[in-house]
């Protein structure tokens, strides 16, 4: 985001392209920017869209997205307390199969994670299918 000092007006670019069918393609700052204006109390969505040249209906997706952003980087922790067990109460015992597996599918494939892989490996895998 910009600080363009005294005023609340975008001075920077907004359109990052515009695509053959003529659909622009915004900056992530300009985008940004319009969420954390239209997050202010007591503005319209509508008319700070309107103002910048965007549909109100985009502007309103993407404070969703910043919504979602937002909550999942902070998330919430709940209070936990760890009881003793009684002595009368014996202790469930893990089941023991070889056979578990965890299948993921990723970038067009299956990745099946057994019970004894190495995290960092499959961090390595897993980055290999991304790129």
């Known amino acids: 985001m910009q600080d363009c000092g005294h005023s609340s ?10 695509m053959r069918n003529g659909k622009r393609v915004f900056s992530m700052a300009f985008k940004a920017w319009l969420v954390e204006q239209a997050s202010k109390p007591g503005v319209s969505v509508a008319g700070l869209a309107l103002r ?19 909550a999942g980087a902070a998330p919430r922790m709940l209070p936990v307390t760890i009881a003793q067990t009684p002595e009368a109460v014996a202790p469930i015992a893990p089941m023991q199969s070889r056979a578990a597996a965890i299948e993921i ?3 067009g494939a299956v990745v099946r994670v057994r019970d004894s892989v190495d995290a960092q490996q499959l961090r390595v895998v897993l980055q290999a299918l991304r790129t």
């Open 9 to 18: 007006e975008w001075c920077g670019p907004s359109v990052e392209r515009v």
């Open 105 to 107: 599918e990723f970038a």
């Open 52 to 70: 910048n040249g965007v549909n109100a209906n985009q502007l309103r997706h993407w404070m969703r997205l910043e919504h979602l952003r937002s």
